[in-house]
């Protein structure tokens, strides 16, 4: 049986900066996913937003990893020449109440560490962003947008330039605990087979919860209960109306229909929030009237036309419909009391943007230098 110091399943983008970032430390690291490439599930079907870390409550991993690994990714795509845009983000409010929540957002987001956030009034915006309805706005200077295909990639080159390995097609059916680390069977298209490893990590993204019940010694205690919230994307054919990110005030446990746009400046808005029981990436045709709703409350001149269902992506959250704010999880020996055990769970938004923040949270409890 073969042996590796540190197994990473799932390469998704907290998969990667994980054996990137462990991959300086250990000469073997094999990261392993079930499908044909890396990061064909949430971290391709998403915003591609760098967060600024303005909503999160003070103190949760969300806020803290989301700010450190927000400056980690703009040094990283610097260095490495990643295409990213730091295009600014207007965070809109239609009237008194929504103005309320602002200026709380404002004092929270300093608590924080966000302290770049600029009060824009209605004549400003007017001049700013003449298209754009609102009586008054957060304007953040450090959110941008990332090609994260390109971030990925660079991700496993990193990896692989430090000997790691990525094996596609290749699936964790489950794992127990031998002295020293864990035994680790694997599906690779019908061949079975098993694998040692020190370090065993479960970044598995949806599949997070369901994976860790296959740990032969994890009380389930410790696995928290997954809910999937898919969020549908519609493209906007013709000229972007606005220069930069535009998001209303978070709604339905998801930070609202907001306009964004990829590296290549295509203009898309999303996603809307529907937990789902199966996991399947269905565009439902009766989104659009919603759509329409919610976007002219602060583009009133949009055409339904030019809006083209674009693609989904399914949010593995740990709060279900109505439920209060959860933060991520990321379980090591210290509470599950397993060594050498890592079991990330509910790494939704902001995780693109905290991914190398995640990874150097994992080195650290992994006391890895
Ligand atoms: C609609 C939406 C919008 C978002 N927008 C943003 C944003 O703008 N900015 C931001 O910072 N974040 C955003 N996020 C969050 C971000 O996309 C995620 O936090 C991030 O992509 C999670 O990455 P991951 O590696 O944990 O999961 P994934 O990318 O899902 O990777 C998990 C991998 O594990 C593999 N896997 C599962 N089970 C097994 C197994 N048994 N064996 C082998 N492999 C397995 C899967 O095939 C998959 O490739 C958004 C998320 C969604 C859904």
Redesign the pocket.
């Known amino acids: 049986m073969d042996n590796v110091e540190v197994m990473v ?7 990667l900066a994980i054996a990137a970032r462990l991959s300086e430390a250990f000469d073997d690291v094999l990261v ?4 044909t490439k ?6 391709s ?7 600024a870390g303005i909503y999160y409550p003070q103190n949760s991993l969300k806020a803290k990893l989301c700010i450190q690994g927000k400056a980690m990714l703009y040094r990283y795509c610097q260095k490495r020449h990643i295409p990213v845009k730091k295009i600014g983000k207007l965070l809109v409010a239609q009237g008194g109440l929504e103005e309320a929540y602002l200026r709380q957002t404002l004092i929270s987001a300093k608590k924080n560490g966000v302290d770049d956030l600029t009060w824009l009034d209605q004549a400003r915006l007017q001049v700013l962003e003449p298209e754009l309805n609102a009586t008054a706005a957060l304007h953040s200077p450090s959110t941008g947008i990332i090609d994260s295909h390109a971030y990925m990639r660079s991700l496993l080159t990193q990896a692989e330039q430090n000997n790691a390995m990525f094996v596609a097609q ?3 059916v489950s794992a127990k605990p031998i002295p020293g680390g864990y035994e680790v069977n694997l599906d690779s298209q019908g061949e079975l087979s098993s694998i040692r490893c020190k370090y065993l990590i479960n ?5 997070s919860e369901k ?1 860790a019940q296959t740990i032969e010694g994890l009380d389930k205690s410790y696995i928290p209960k997954l809910h999937w919230c898919r ?1 549908h994307y519609y493209s906007y054919q013709g000229k972007s109306p606005f220069k930069q990110l535009i998001y209303p005030v978070p709604r339905d446990n998801g930070l609202g229909i907001h306009a964004s746009f990829d590296i290549g400046g295509q203009l898309k808005f999303g ?1 809307d929030t529907q937990y789902i029981e199966q996991l399947a990436y269905d565009f439902p045709e009766n989104l659009k009237a919603k759509f329409i709703q919610q976007i002219s409350l602060y583009f009133p001149n949009v055409v339904a036309e030019k809006l083209q269902p674009a693609y989904a ?3 593995p959250k740990l709060q279900g419909a109505g439920d209060v704010f959860q933060d991520f999880v990321i379980q090591t020996s210290d509470e599950h009391h397993l060594e050498g055990l890592v079991n ?1 769970f509910g ?8 991914s190398l923040a995640i990874a150097e949270y994992v080195a650290d409890k992994l006391k890895v230098v």
Do not use: Q, Y
């Open positions: 399943v799932g390469a998704g983008v907290i998969g392993i996913d079930k499908n890396f990061g064909e599930e949430t971290s079907r998403n915003s591609e937003v760098i967060h290749t699936k964790m970044c598995s993204g949806l599949h994976l969020g996603p992506g399914i949010r990330l790494i939704e938004s902001p995780g693109l943007t905290a």
